[in-house]
């Protein structure tokens, strides 16, 4: 069996495990799993369901005839999507074969997105819906937006193996508004779920797409790791290119960020609008990275033809400020040039060099760029703890297991497939699927119960930039907070959440749609009262039965019920539920509603001291762990190991006194001891002197 056939076996099986878990049909569950990937590929910021099959009768080529429409979902209100309408078609089929497709069926389920569209538009269409069904809503939105659209893209998903390779390809245009399509089939997503790779064909093709080669200075001798280049760019030329991609065109960590900061920056904006021949003065440039280049000795120097998986890895408000303000800025943009820095990364190293010069390349931003990167402390420790803390049997298991924090896409599956059959079979028993979480799911879990119900129906990669600004925050100072009381509360938050998912799908009174807001806000409006009643809940029980309590489940229930009614009733004039969702007078309304809970809620709940006192309990049986631990490592690492690091901090002038002292105590092992303070110290100082470069030698290579 071929790695694809076994990605095609392991996805139809989740579909179906996650449908019927949460009540769903398989469509939907589908375009759930599909609007994970697409959002977190940076192919849209969210993603909203709404299927919608039908025929209807129309004029086509001077004839009337029936045309079948379809549509799955859309990208959210455009008008927070820099104007771009995206709409989205899923084709998920249960087939025990892998099913191929080639461009035939592709033009037949394109033009069902496009009769839609077409459709959508039309009063005609909206008034033959039922008000409040989602198509109805879909197509109000597209109407009240229509002036304001710029773009569309079109999106299929499929669990087919497709033959063409479709990437953002120009099909022409919609009453002057230029339409993408963008295939997303089998082979592209196992690439994105098993390495992270979102892109099916990103080369950006200068000279024959954008109007020519750009100018370059090779910056980079022959015995570098390395490729590296200068160029000079216009401005047109890069908002045209940003105008293709988006947001893809970003690093994903750089994509988080720039979602958190605002993508359009006054500063920026002001110089192209008034003073744009100053701009390349102005303006600190790009940093871009790529996985191959080609180029061409012009008659004035070299010219960069074509760059295969450009990455903006720095300037991402540079490059979205130009594209949002080249119609305004009209002749203007043709004295606008950017300097770019460009390093060649092959394939093989991209996966781990590339955030790293990301990293660096933002380490001047003075919102603190690095809360948005992987290898955050802070995501670095819930991954810790995630893989040596064993979580209870609890009511209904044989065995303790533990919960998998994938903090970098693809982890999970990495992992998995180095492994033997054998020890593919004990690591499912130890990480069961469904006890696997992302960065992204962290976020909704946390937000959830910080009564940020609003932000996170705004979807999942908004929601965690919103989280990252906190980011500090929660970590405190040396990520003294971030202990093992912290990642049982954190997990049994996950449990609660994943819980009400299926509970909510399960009711009488749930009439389909907008589950996700449903979920968040009830959340929110149970801790929400808690905390006015001056108690938490359980979460330690929840914990340790690795289940939810009847009294809590029940109280959810009802709070679930009421968040139905607030969000499908939004006030007059508001016809987008979706939209209405995301706002905080739709919380603020759900949250000063009174509910009435059942006698059996109490039993869920505990007064704060008694919970701060167990979590004392535990926080000083893990200091003490923690302490045994840290002298067993510094021992293991040994004295040679931490010469050299003392000797590579302090040429790099990265050591205090202190720290340098610790490290020269270390190095003297076995004449001289640390003390467990030092030890737990020395390893700190080892993290900091890591994440600056020590013991990649890439990274070094490239100083």
Request: glycine content about 6%.
């Amino acid at each position: 069996m071929s790695d694809l056939e076994e990605f095609h076996h392991s996805l139809i099986a989740d579909i179906q495990g996650d449908a019927d878990a949460l009540g769903l049909y398989v469509q939907e569950a589908f375009f759930e799993k599909a609007g994970e990937i697409l959002t977190e590929a940076g192919e849209i910021d969210q993603a909203d369901y709404c299927h919608f099959e039908g025929e209807r009768q129309a004029l086509r080529d001077g004839k009337k005839r029936k045309v079948s429409l379809a549509v799955s979902g859309y990208g959210g209100d455009p008008a927070d999507a820099s104007d771009v309408l995206s709409i989205i078609l899923c084709d998920f089929q249960v087939n025990a074969e892998l099913r191929k497709t080639d461009g035939k069926h592709l033009k037949a389920q394109y033009s069902q997105l496009v009769e839609f569209l077409r459709h959508a538009k039309t009063s005609e269409f909206y008034e033959d819906l039922e008000e409040t069904s989602p198509a109805a809503q879909l197509s109000d939105l597209i109407q009240s937006r229509w002036n304001g659209i710029e773009k569309i893209k079109l999106i299929y998903v499929t669990n087919s193996d497709n033959r063409a390779v479709v990437d953002a390809r120009p099909v022409g245009s919609i009453e002057d508004k230029p339409v993408t399509y963008s295939v997303w089939d089998l082979k592209r997503l196992q690439g994105f779920v098993e390495q992270g790779k979102a892109r099916a064909d990103m080369t950006v093709r200068f000279a024959e797409e954008f109007g020519g080669g750009v100018p370059v200075l090779k910056a980079s001798g022959a015995d570098t790791a390395f490729e590296s280049y200068i160029a000079v760019i216009p401005g047109a030329q890069l908002a045209e290119i940003y105008d293709r991609w988006g947001a893809r065109l970003l690093e994903s960590n750089v994509r988080s960020f720039l979602q958190a900061r605002g993508s359009v920056n006054q500063g920026i904006r002001r110089t192209i609008m008034e003073e744009p021949q100053m701009f390349l003065a102005y303006n600190n440039g790009l940093a871009a990275t790529a996985e191959g280049v080609e180029l061409e000795q012009g008659e004035n120097g070299l010219l960069l033809k074509s760059a295969e998986n450009l990455q903006i890895v720095n300037g991402g408000q540079t490059t979205a400020s130009l594209h949002a303000a080249r119609k305004k800025a009209g002749e203007g943009m043709k004295d606008i040039y950017v300097q770019m820095k460009l390093n060649v990364i092959p394939t093989v190293s991209a996966e781990t060099v590339v955030p790293r010069i990301s990293e660096y390349a933002n380490s001047q931003n003075k919102v603190a760029a690095a809360d948005f990167f992987a290898n955050h402390p802070f995501h670095v420790r819930i991954e810790e703890l995630s893989r040596k803390i064993l979580a209870p049997a609890g009511e209904t298991g044989y065995r303790e297991t533990k919960w998998f924090y994938e903090r970098a896409r693809g982890q999970f599956a990495d992992e998995r497939s180095r492994k033997s059959d054998a020890e593919r079979r004990k690591w499912d028993a130890e990480f069961p699927k469904h006890q696997f979480f992302t960065k992204t799911d962290l976020a909704k879990f946390e937000n959830s119960w910080s009564g940020r119900p609003d932000v996170v129906s705004k979807g999942a990669q908004k929601n965690f930039a919103e989280f990252a600004k906190t980011i500090e925050k929660v970590w405190g100072r040396g990520g003294t907070k971030i202990n093992e009381v912290w990642y049982r509360n954190l997990v049994a938050k996950a449990i609660v959440f994943r819980r009400l998912e299926k509970l909510v799908s399960a009711q009488d009174w749930y009439e389909g749609g907008y589950r996700a807001n449903i979920v968040t806000y009830a959340i929110a409006k149970v801790a929400c009262d808690v905390q006015e009643m001056d108690k938490v809940v359980d979460l330690s029980k929840v914990w340790r039965a690795q289940s939810v309590p009847t009294g809590l489940e029940e109280a959810l229930l009802l709070a679930a019920a009421e968040a139905q009614d607030v969000i499908t009733n939004p006030p007059e004039r508001v016809r987008n539920m979706s939209e209405w969702a995301k706002t905080q007078a739709c919380w603020k309304a759900f949250a000063e509603r009174e509910l009435v809970y059942s006698d059996t809620f109490t039993g869920a709940l505990v007064d704060r001291e008694d919970a701060r006192s167990e979590d004392n309990e535990v926080t000083q049986d893990e200091n003490l762990t923690r302490s045994v631990e840290a002298q067993t490592r510094v021992f293991e690492l040994g004295a040679t190991f931490w010469a050299e690091a003392r000797t590579w901090g302090r040429d790099r002038r990265l050591l205090s006194p202190a720290e340098y002292n610790t490290l020269e105590i270390c190095a003297k092992i076995p004449s001289r001891l640390p003390t467990e303070r030092q030890a737990a110290f020395a390893l700190e100082i080892l993290r900091k002197l890591e994440a600056k470069g020590f013991g990649a030698p890439d990274a070094m290579a490239a100083e």
